[in-house]
């Protein structure tokens, strides 16, 4: 096998946060050095807990560090119960309790470590808010040099919002941070809308890989897909028909391993942090400058936005490789 990909996993479990960790155990080809958890679908605390408790079921002792609570500069919003339920798993109806502690690292100060012990090696998937790796880059201004790449599940370029007609919630949640990072020249892929909303994930899907992988694992998944296929019932009736739901996260993974599947642009991203646009992602597709504006330098990086995704080959190879022999004998 070639060189594995060492991955951290920037999350805010989250009913799609915990389908793309537990796809990525799946993959061989990751190596999934630790999970830091951020506010957005739940607390930071919650967030924390729930990636524990992931992955104790999947038999996993990784790290995780719990992040930040709140965003870089705009006022916090408690999120929506609605939408990944109250404990960001869908409600579940009972858990264990042999989890394990945190780690006793913050999310920032694990990502800096990490990045310095393992210089150009390391990608960061940042599936939440980017509160924690704007701290991490607060920490350690070399950052993009020391990260092999950042892919980060958010955004939207052309398609429309899902917090507001514009803005994708883990851009929204915190604006400033996004800014910042899709600016600070890392190697960043931005996995938004464009591409997520076309990841629609129907329920049998994960029916048919609890009833074939039978395991509190996939139980899990089961019991999380059910609660958020009924959310996005209410929302969009063609999901409604299709009983799927929307699996953004799991992408941003996905892109790490077969880049092929996506259809990208590069250009210069920025963020509005204020008024009516707050949270919109906004790309520079010309070709030429006419009128250099404040904001738009030519000296601000370049970064790569997905703009479209092989959905069908996506969704066969989430069910394969659930399907696979990724978990231990449950204990
Ligand atoms: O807009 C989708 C994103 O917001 C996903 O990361 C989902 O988990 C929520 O955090
Ligand atoms: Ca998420």
Same mark, same amino acid.
């Given at each position: 096998?070639?060189?594995?990909?060492?991955?951290?996993?920037?999350?805010?479990?989250?009913?799609?946060?915990?389908?793309?960790?537990?796809? &990525? @155990?799946?993959?061989?080809?990751?190596? !999934?050095? #630790?999970?830091? %958890?951020?506010? +957005? *679908? =739940?607390?930071?605390?919650?967030?924390?807990?729930?990636?524990?408790?992931?992955?104790?079921?999947?038999?996993?002792?990784?790290?995780?560090?719990?992040?930040?609570?709140?965003?870089?500069?705009?006022?916090?919003?408690?999120?929506?119960?609605?939408?990944?339920?109250?404990?960001?798993?869908?409600?579940?109806?009972?858990?264990?309790?042999?989890?394990?502690?945190?780690?006793?690292?913050?999310?920032?100060?694990?990502?800096?470590?990490?990045?310095?012990?393992?210089?150009?090696?390391?990608?960061?998937?940042?599936?939440?808010?980017?509160?924690?790796?704007?701290?991490?880059?607060?920490?350690?201004?070399?950052?993009? &040099? @020391?990260?092999?790449?950042?892919?980060? !599940?958010? #955004?939207?370029? %052309?398609?429309? +919002? *899902? =917090?507001?007609?514009?803005?994708?919630?883990?851009?929204?949640?915190?604006?400033?941070?996004?800014?910042?990072?899709?600016?600070?020249?890392?190697?960043?892929?931005?996995?938004?809308?464009?591409?997520?909303?076309?990841?629609?994930?129907?329920?049998?899907?994960?029916?048919?890989?609890?009833?074939?992988?039978?395991?509190?694992?996939?139980?899990?998944?089961?019991?999380?897909?059910?609660?958020?296929?009924?959310?996005?019932?209410?929302?969009?009736?063609?999901?409604?028909?299709?009983?799927?739901?929307?699996?953004?996260?799991?992408?941003?993974?996905?892109?790490?391993?077969?880049?092929?599947?996506?259809?990208?642009?590069?250009?210069?991203?920025?963020?509005?942090?204020?008024?009516?646009?707050?949270?919109?992602?906004?790309?520079?597709?010309?070709?030429?400058?006419?009128?250099?504006?404040?904001?738009?330098?030519?000296?601000?990086?370049?970064?790569?936005?997905?703009?479209?995704?092989?959905?069908?080959?996506?969704?066969?190879?989430?069910?394969?490789?659930?399907?696979?022999?990724?978990?231990?004998?449950?204990?």
């Amino acid at each position: 096998m070639s060189q594995r990909h060492k991955i951290i996993l920037d999350c805010d479990p989250g009913i799609d946060d915990a389908v793309a960790l537990y796809f &990525a @155990l799946a993959q061989p080809e990751i190596e !999934l050095l #630790g999970i830091t %958890a951020t506010f +957005g *679908n =739940v607390p930071a605390a919650q967030a924390a807990r729930n990636a524990i408790y992931l992955c104790t079921l999947a038999g996993r002792q990784l790290p995780v560090c719990e992040g930040v609570n709140t965003p870089t500069r705009k006022i916090g919003v408690l999120p929506d119960a609605e939408i990944h339920g109250a404990d960001g798993l869908g409600n579940l109806p009972e858990r264990r309790r042999d989890t394990y502690p945190p780690d006793e690292r913050s999310a920032a100060r694990f990502i800096v470590a990490q990045a310095n012990a393992h210089p150009g090696e390391i990608t960061l998937v940042a599936i939440g808010p980017l509160s924690n790796l704007t701290q991490a880059l607060r920490l350690e201004p070399r950052l993009p &040099a @020391l990260l092999k790449q950042v892919v980060v !599940l958010g #955004g939207s370029i %052309a398609a429309p +919002g *899902n =917090v507001s007609p514009v803005a994708e919630s883990n851009i929204w949640y915190d604006p400033h941070a996004a800014d910042v990072i899709f600016t600070a020249g890392f190697q960043l892929t931005m996995v938004g809308l464009d591409a997520a909303q076309h990841m629609a994930v129907p329920l049998a899907l994960f029916e048919r890989v609890a009833a074939q992988h039978r395991h509190p694992a996939t139980d899990l998944l089961l019991h999380a897909a059910r609660f958020s296929v009924d959310y996005y019932a209410r929302l969009d009736p063609a999901l409604a028909r299709q009983q799927a739901c929307l699996s953004h996260d799991v992408l941003a993974v996905m892109f790490v391993l077969r880049p092929e599947l996506f259809s990208t642009e590069s250009g210069r991203v920025r963020v509005a942090t204020e008024g009516l646009a707050e949270g919109q992602t906004i790309m520079d597709r010309r070709e030429h400058v006419l009128y250099p504006q404040a904001g738009w330098e030519e000296h601000i990086p370049r970064i790569r936005v997905c703009l479209g995704v092989d959905a069908p080959a996506c969704l066969a190879w989430l069910e394969s490789s659930l399907m696979g022999n990724w978990l231990p004998a449950p204990a």
